[in-house]
């Protein structure tokens, strides 16, 4: 970028297209066109790309700049930049109105920390770019003009890819899409067919390449082929194979050379099949160099589940306030991995934990019901005990019997029924109740009362009661006795 191409981008400052946009700020100048922060009238701040001057008056140029934001738009993945509104300036400029983002693009990232960037963060942000490419290749867009300058990174850490002004739809490219001889994109990350012109042979591989070429470049501080001027560049993209990562990275793990290194093979069947299978490749190759898988942002997070083959389950599709958290377990788990772990290991780790909180949640509530059972055994114990009103003491002592309370850990006999228990002289009393209380019985004196058991419970229940009708009986003199079982 020139100094003249600056003052001329600064003239447009305070600008204001078709009475609603008002131009702030120039965010960057590019070869086709120029970005401005700008404020909508309603004040929400957008970004807007002008084709420039001499652009915008070719036919061919105009059409195939407003044609990005429909193709943007079809990639239909949140990593691709959305476009949202599209016209023409009073002057006969072409601008797009584009999400406004914070961050910077991975080519000032690099610039800020001497020239390339760790190999965890790169495949971080590899991944979510593979992911973009996945949707965009699915749906027919080849982007064709991917490098760091059209990566950006935001504040929160997503990946969001720029510039789809030269991609092209297989399915509506038209007859240029036949057309050998063109040569569109950054020579610095262009694939050997592409420098050559063969547009017939640009697909999706193509886009893999460009990104291999970008992780050499981020990981090394270095291109994949180096010249003196754009042409010898080109000459040696189009005739000569790349050379390894490894020759100007010794540092760089081996599982992720290899990977990196087929992405950038000259023949495009020897490259990766799809960015799905290279996302894939490199997921392992990061485990494998680093003992834990990926970690995506948390804006991310369902992505990050779908890396691990974790359903977000109907716990995060439905509600919307737990999608844009992080899983704190999840992250938990892949970090706690161990370095020989595996892509597979980290999966079924996550997996058997899901599983077992159903179980420990239902041993829980099984114990809380065992103990209340229990609870309710003493209880009912105790009532029946209590329920039962005190006896007349018979004539004739009977040896003492020391009460008893049951607890959890002595169960009530088997027996249908349990014999009554006499009740208990004061004397035996204070003996029984200075004897010493076993280590699981309840310390309770003894008192003139039967310890009736359950099963006596029932039995006594089944019990007809006395006929109190008339309340008295009657001896051969005619004298009426009261009955004593009537005169409770």
């Known amino acids: 970028m020139t100094d003249e191409m600056q003052a001329l981008a600064e003239t447009r400052i305070g600008d204001v297209l078709k009475g609603k946009y008002r131009l702030d700020r120039v965010l960057g100048i590019g070869g086709m066109a120029t970005v401005y922060a700008a404020t909508h009238r309603n004040q929400k701040e957008v970004a807007i790309k002008i084709l420039h001057p001499e652009l915008s008056r070719l036919e061919s140029m105009r059409t195939r700049f407003l044609r990005e934001g429909y193709v943007a738009n079809s990639v239909k993945h949140p990593g691709a930049v959305s476009v949202l509104d599209d016209d023409v300036a009073e002057d006969g400029a072409a601008y797009l109105v584009m999400e406004l983002l914070e961050g910077s693009s991975v080519e000032e990232l690099c610039e800020s920390e001497g020239g390339l960037l760790a190999a965890p963060r790169v ?72 420098a050559m012109g063969k547009t017939r042979d640009i697909d999706a591989r193509t886009d893999l390449w460009a990104v291999a070429a970008t992780l050499f470049s981020v990981l090394s501080g270095r291109q994949v082929h180096e010249g003196e001027t754009v042409t010898e560049v080109l000459i040696l993209r189009a005739t000569t194979p790349a050379r390894s990562l490894a020759t100007v990275a010794p540092a760089v793990a081996p599982s992720i050379v290899a990977a990196v290194d087929r992405g950038l093979a000259f023949d495009r069947k020897d490259r990766w099949e799809s960015a799905s299978a290279m996302r894939a490749a490199l997921q392992r190759a990061q485990l494998e160099a680093f003992g834990a898988p990926v970690i995506r942002p948390a804006a991310s997070s369902s992505a990050m589940l779908d890396t691990l083959g974790i359903d977000s389950g109907p716990a995060l599709s439905g509600r919307p306030e737990l999608a844009s958290q992080p899983r704190l377990d999840v992250i938990a788990a892949t970090q706690a991995l161990p370095p020989d772990g595996s892509a597979a290991q980290a999966t079924r780790s996550a997996r058997e934990a899901a599983a077992n909180r159903p179980l420990l949640l239902s041993l829980g509530v099984g114990a809380l019901l065992v103990l209340g059972g229990a609870v309710a055994v003493v209880a009912l114990q105790h009532g029946t005990a209590s329920a039962e009103p005190p006896r007349s003491a018979p004539a004739a002592s009977a040896p003492a019997t020391p009460a008893t309370t049951a607890t959890p850990s002595d169960p009530p006999p088997l027996a249908a029924t349990a014999p009554p228990t006499p009740a208990v002289p004061a004397s035996s009393a204070t003996a029984a109740s200075s004897a010493p209380v076993p280590p699981r019985a309840t310390a309770r004196a003894a008192s003139p009362r039967q310890v009736t058991t359950p099963s006596a419970a029932r039995a006594v229940a089944l019990t007809p009661p006395p006929s109190c009708d008339p309340p008295f009986s009657i001896d051969s003199s005619g004298i009426k006795h009261p009955k004593p079982e009537c005169m409770r």
């Open 123 to 194: 495949l971080g942000l590899a991944d979510q770019l593979l992911d973009v490419l996945s949707a965009a290749h699915a749906r027919g867009i080849v982007h064709r003009d991917l490098k760091p300058a059209n990566l950006f990174v935001t504040r929160t850490g997503e990946l969001k890819v720029l510039d789809f002004g030269i991609a092209r739809l297989h399915d509506a490219a038209g007859p240029s899409a036949t057309q050998s001889g063109a040569v569109m994109g950054s020579p610095a990350f262009m694939a050997p067919e592409q």
